[in-house]
C-alpha cells in the first residue's frame, strides 16, 4: 500500500525567493526546498505542507510572524481565489526584480552559458488594465467563498459569469471587477450577466451538458477597436438574438459582434464556425503605422504596449541595414517579420497554422508590403536544406517559438544553415535556455533583454542575440 502524503508543519521559516510558477520559495529544516502559493519573499511564516517530494514540499503559510517589506496592497477584490494574478501582494519593483533573477538563473543553471551584462528588464508603464483580450466563462454553480459557505446562508442564486478556478475545470468563479483588461470590458460582462439573469437565459452546466450561455471573449485594440464575441452552447435563436440586439444597443462602441454555437464537449472555438451578428468580423491593431487584422481566432500578443517595446528590442538585435534576407521562424501571423520588413531586404516567415499565414498575407497586403513571403508547416519538417535552397541563405534568423522551445530537429538545421545572427525571443527562458546549450559551441550570446508583458504574473519574456563565434 502507498503511504498517505503526511501534512508536516514547519515553524518560522524565511521566504526568500520567487518565481518558479509564481510561487514563493522557502527553506524547510531539513534543507528542502518549499514552494507556498500565500507568501512573499521577506515574510517569515508557519508552513503546512499540501505536497511531499523527494526534493521540495509544496504548501501553505498558516501563520505569518514577519509582513516582508516587498508587500503590497493588493487592488483586486478576487486575489488570492481567482489565481490569475498571484503576484498582486508583490510590489511592482519587485516583481521586476524576481523576473530578472528568473532570466539569469535559467540561462546559467540550465543553459550553462557564458554570458554578457543582462539588459535591466524592461518594466511596463500599465500595471493593470494592460491586457487586449480576456476570455469569461458562464456557470449555473459558481464557487462559493470560504465565507459564504461558513455563513450556512441558503444561496440560492449560484449563476455565474468570470474565471475558471484554477485546476477546476466545472467550478467558476464569479467577477465583480476584473483589472486586467480596459473598460468597457467590465461594464460589458457585468450588462450581460445582468440582462441573462432579467430575461431568464440560462447559464451553461459543464456536468449535464446544457445552458444557453457558455463563454464570452472580448478583445480591446490599441485603435480604441473592440471585438465581442458570445458562446452558446443550445441553438435558441429569440433568446440568442435578444441578448444580443441588447448588448448592440447599449453598447454601440462595439465594432465587431460575433457569435459561436457550440454543442461539443470543450469549448475552444477554433474547429468552430464564428458568424458575425453586427459590424465586422474583425478589428484592427496598429503599430507604427501597420494595421493588423484580428479576427476572433487569430493570436496576437495580448499586451499591446508591451509588444512594441519587444519588437522593437527583437529589431535592434537583429541590427538590419536593408541588405539583409530574415528569416522569421514562428511567424504567427507575421507581426514581428512586417515589423522588421522595412529595414529588410526580404522576409520570409514559417509557421505551422494555416489561418495564421492566410492573416499573415492578407495584413501584408493590406500595409502594402511587398517584401515579405509567408509559408506554412510545421518547423520541424518544412525548415530544411530543400528551403533553404529555394528561399536563399539568410542573414539573420528570428526564432520566436511556443513555450516549449525549439524542436531538437530545428535547433540542428538552425546550426546547419548557421546565419551570422540568430534572434531568438522567448516567454520560457526555462526552454530558451536549453535549446541555447545546444547552440553554444558555434554562437555566443552577446545580448540578453528580458522584457515583462504580463504584470502582476510571475511571466517574463525573453530576447538573446546570439552571434556566430569569430574563429568558426
Not at 449560484?158 to 476584473?178: E, Q
Amino acid at each position: 500500500m502507498r503511504s498517505k502524503n503526511k501534512r508536516q508543519t514547519f515553524e518560522n521559516v524565511t521566504v526568500v525567493d520567487a518565481g518558479a510558477k509564481g510561487k514563493s520559495v522557502g527553506k524547510a529544516p531539513d534543507g528542502r526546498v518549499v514552494f507556498l502559493s500565500n507568501a512573499v519573499p521577506g515574510d517569515v511564516v508557519d508552513v503546512m505542507t499540501t505536497k511531499k517530494r523527494s526534493a521540495y514540499f509544496e504548501g501553505v503559510a498558516t501563520r505569518f510572524h514577519i509582513l516582508s517589506d516587498k508587500r503590497t496592497q493588493p487592488e483586486c477584490q478576487h486575489f488570492g481565489v481567482c489565481g490569475g494574478c498571484k503576484w498582486q501582494n508583490m510590489a511592482y519593483e519587485h516583481q521586476l526584480h524576481f523576473k530578472q533573477n528568473e532570466v539569469e538563473n535559467n540561462l546559467k543553471r540550465i543553459g550553462h552559458l557564458e554570458l554578457p551584462e543582462i539588459s535591466p528588464i524592461l518594466g511596463s508603464k500599465k500595471q493593470y488594465f494592460y491586457r487586449n483580450k480576456m476570455e469569461f466563462s458562464f456557470s449555473s454553480s459558481r464557487w462559493l467563498t470560504e465565507s459564504e459557505i461558513n455563513s450556512e446562508k441558503d444561496i440560492e442564486d449560484r449563476r455565474a459569469l468570470g474565471f475558471h478556478i484554477p485546476g477546476m475545470w466545472d467550478k467558476i468563479l464569479d467577477i465583480k471587477k476584473c483589472h486586467l483588461q480596459q473598460d468597457p470590458s467590465n461594464a460589458i460582462r457585468l450588462e450581460t450577466k445582468l440582462f441573462a439573469i432579467k430575461n431568464g437565459l440560462s447559464f451553461f452546466d459543464p456536468r449535464k451538458q446544457e445552458g444557453l450561455l457558455r463563454t464570452m471573449m472580448i478583445r480591446t485594440a490599441s485603435t480604441g477597436e473592440i471585438m465581442l464575441l458570445v458562446q452558446f452552447f443550445e441553438d435558441k435563436k429569440e433568446q440568442r438574438e435578444l441578448l444580443l440586439n441588447h448588448l448592440a444597443q447599449t453598447f454601440p462602441e462595439i465594432t465587431s459582434l460575433l457569435y459561436v454555437i457550440n454543442s461539443k464537449q470543450n469549448d475552444t472555438i477554433y474547429d468552430q464556425e464564428v458568424i458575425c451578428f453586427s459590424g465586422r468580423d474583425h478589428i484592427f491593431e496598429e503599430m507604427e503605422g501597420l494595421q493588423f487584422k484580428i479576427n476572433a481566432k487569430s493570436f496576437y500578443q495580448t499586451n499591446s504596449e508591451q509588444a512594441y517595446e519587444l519588437y522593437k528590442v527583437t529589431r535592434n538585435f537583429a541590427g538590419l541595414t536593408g541588405d539583409e534576407l530574415v528569416y522569421d521562424l514562428y511567424t504567427g501571423t507575421g507581426t514581428i517579420a512586417q515589423f522588421v520588413s522595412k529595414k529588410a531586404k526580404k522576409v520570409i516567415g514559417v509557421e505551422s497554422v494555416p489561418e495564421a499565414i492566410e492573416d499573415a498575407k492578407a495584413n501584408a497586403s493590406h500595409n502594402n508590403i511587398t517584401n515579405v513571403e509567408f509559408f506554412v508547416g510545421d518547423m520541424k519538417n518544412v525548415f530544411n536544406d530543400q528551403f533553404i535552397a529555394q528561399h536563399g541563405q539568410p542573414a539573420v534568423i528570428i526564432t520566436d517559438p511556443p513555450r516549449d522551445g525549439m524542436h531538437k530537429n530545428v535547433v540542428e538545421q538552425l546550426l546547419q544553415v548557421a546565419p551570422p545572427k540568430i534572434v531568438y525571443v522567448s516567454c520560457n527562458s526555462a526552454t530558451q535556455a536549453r535549446d541555447l546549450a545546444l547552440m553554444k559551441e558555434l554562437y555566443e550570446v552577446t545580448k540578453v533583454q528580458p522584457v515583462d508583458m504580463f504584470p502582476q504574473t510571475h511571466h517574463v519574456e525573453n530576447v538573446v542575440l546570439l552571434e556566430k563565434r569569430a574563429n568558426l
